[in-house]
C-alpha cells in the first residue's frame, strides 16, 4: 500500500467537506476535487506561510481563479463566489479547525459565505447592506466588497464571524 499520512487523510476530508458545502445543483465532489487539486491549497494547509491581509487576498485570487478555469476545461460554469466557498470550507476543515483558530493565518482566512451567514448578518448588521446578496452569484468584485465589508466588523479572528452561521436558522427574515 503506497504511503498514506496525516496531510492526505486531511485533504480528502477538506475535500468532501468543501464539495458538500458548494455542492447542491452545482457539479461532482470528483470534479471539486481536481480542481482542488488543481491549485495550491493542499500544499498551503500543509505548510501555511506568514501573510499580509493583502497577500492573502492575491493567493485568493489566484486560487479561486484557478479553480474556475480547472472547471470551466470541465465544461461547469462557476461564480468566484463558488469557488471561494470552495476554498473558505477547505481551508476551514483542514487548517483553521486543525489550528483551533490560533494560526496567523486563520485568523485571516476568509469564512464561508452562505445564505444562513449573510441573511443572519444581515438581521444583526442591516447598515452593512447585505440583504440579497446571492453567493452563489458573486463576481470577484462583489466578492471582495462583501469582504470588505465584513471585514469592517473589526473582529480579531475572522473566523469568528461564523457565531452568525447557525444552521437551524436558515429562514430569511
Not at 470534479?31 to 498551503?44: G, P, Q, R
Not at 473558505?88 to 459565505?113: E, F, M, N
Not at 465584513?150 to 429562514?171: A, G, H
Given at each position: ?6 496531510y492526505d487523510?486531511?485533504h480528502?476530508y477538506?475535500?468532501?467537506?468543501a464539495a458538500r458545502a ?8 470528483k470534479?471539486i476535487k481536481s ?8 500544499e498551503?494547509?500543509q ?9 492573502f487576498?492575491n493567493f485568493?485570487r489566484?486560487?479561486s481563479h484557478k479553480?474556475?478555469?480547472?472547471l470551466d476545461?470541465l ?18 476543515t483542514?487548517?483553521?479547525i486543525?489550528?483551533?483558530g490560533?494560526?496567523q ?8 459565505i452562505?445564505?444562513i451567514l449573510?441573511?443572519?448578518?444581515n438581521?444583526n448588521?442591516p447598515?452593512?447592506g447585505?440583504?440579497?446578496?446571492r453567493?452563489?452569484?458573486l463576481s470577484?468584485e462583489?466578492?471582495?466588497s462583501l469582504i ?19 444552521p437551524?436558522?436558515?429562514?430569511t427574515?
Amino acid at each position: 500500500m503506497e504511503d498514506y499520512n496525516f496531510y492526505d487523510h486531511m485533504h480528502n476530508y477538506a475535500v468532501w467537506t468543501a464539495a458538500r458545502a458548494v455542492q447542491r445543483k452545482f457539479t461532482k465532489t470528483k470534479n471539486i476535487k481536481s480542481a482542488i487539486e488543481a491549485t495550491d491549497l493542499k500544499e498551503f494547509s500543509q505548510n501555511p506561510k506568514s501573510m499580509t491581509i493583502e497577500q492573502f487576498d492575491n493567493f485568493h485570487r489566484i486560487t479561486s481563479h484557478k479553480i474556475i478555469e480547472h472547471l470551466d476545461k470541465l465544461g461547469i460554469n462557476a461564480s468566484y463566489g463558488q469557488a471561494a466557498k470552495i476554498i473558505a470550507i477547505y481551508l476551514k476543515t483542514s487548517l483553521v479547525i486543525r489550528d483551533s483558530g490560533q494560526s496567523q493565518i486563520s485568523k485571516i482566512a476568509h469564512p464561508p459565505i452562505d445564505n444562513i451567514l449573510l441573511t443572519n448578518l444581515n438581521r444583526n448588521f442591516p447598515s452593512l447592506g447585505l440583504k440579497g446578496i446571492r453567493w452563489t452569484q458573486l463576481s470577484e468584485e462583489k466578492y471582495f466588497s462583501l469582504i470588505g465589508k465584513l471585514r469592517s466588523l473589526n473582529l480579531d479572528s475572522f473566523w469568528k464571524l461564523e457565531k452568525y452561521w447557525q444552521p437551524d436558522r436558515t429562514s430569511t427574515p
